[in-house]
T-cell receptor
Framework: DAGITQSPRHKVTETGTPVTLRCHQT?????MYWYRQDPGHGLRLIHY???????DKGEVSDGYSVSRSKTEDFLLTLESATSSQTSVYFC???????????????FGPGTRLTVL | TQLLEQSPQFLSIQEGENLTVYCNSS?????LQWYRQEPGEGPVLLVT?????EVKKLKRLTFQFGDARKDSSLHITAAQPGDTGLYLC??????????FGDGTTLTVKP
């Protein structure tokens, strides 16, 4: 158990509204990730963080922003939600075995977001 | 962009049968992971393979990394209903980022 929680677990919102998803970890891991999972697309990286206030874009970052003001919290914000952002969002941390060469991911339970 | 193709996309078998899932790419990876995901939960790491030709066994699951570190397979012997789930492979590139395959949905019927 990597001690990762996500909130909320489920959210329904309307197009054009801002949405923030929270990922919280309890084990002081440096690397944190946000993925989205859609049928037929597997897991796709949105943004990741390699330390407090250090973040970078993934392959599907358009329409998303992130912030990390504390080691334990990584926030994902949809500034103006669209229906195409309906998805299941997973937060992950990088495990300590093997570092970057292994990049073993430990995932939270996910947030199911529906944008109407 | 590094791509990983998994096959088959769906697999439905009877309890006790054997099966193999494949993960293929044209790219070389520094390592490759296999994950299993159950409905409503996040993926759970099963194994990491690092060396070309490496074989790892986890009870009834056998994982193999291709000699050129471009592909991998997962073989399950005598499948059980508890093996049901989505199996994902993920290759790690030079920048330390993971590329996930689209997954294989396995259903094992009692």
């Amino acid at each position: 158990d990597a001690g990762i929680t996500q909130s909320p677990r489920h959210k329904v919102t309307e197009t054009g509204t801002p949405v923030t998803l929270r990922c919280h970890q309890t084990e002081n891991h440096r690397y944190m990730y946000w993925y989205r999972q859609d049928p037929g697309h597997g897991l796709r990286l949105i943004h990741y963080s390699y330390g407090v206030k250090d973040t970078d874009k993934g392959e599907v970052s358009d329409g998303y922003s992130v912030s990390r003001s504390k080691t334990e919290d990584f926030l994902l914000t949809l500034e103006s939600a669209t229906s195409s952002q309906t998805s299941v969002y997973f937060c992950a941390i990088r495990g300590t075995s093997g570092g970057a060469a292994y990049n073993e991911q430990f995932f939270g339970p996910g947030t199911r977001l529906t944008v109407l | 962009t590094q791509l990983l193709e998994q096959s088959p996309q769906f697999l439905s078998i009877q309890e006790g049968e054997n099966l193999t899932v494949y993960c293929n790419s044209s790219s070389v990876f520094s390592s490759l992971q296999w994950y299993r995901q159950e409905p409503g939960e996040g993926p759970v790491l099963l194994v990491t393979v690092v060396t070309g030709g490496e074989v790892k066994k986890l009870k009834r699951l056998t994982f193999q990394f291709g000699d050129a570190r471009k592909d991998s397979s997962l073989h399950i012997t005598a499948a059980q209903p508890g093996d049901t789930g989505l199996y994902l492979c993920a290759g790690v590139g030079n920048a330390g980022k993971s590329t996930f395959g689209d997954g294989t949905t396995l259903t094992v019927k009692p």
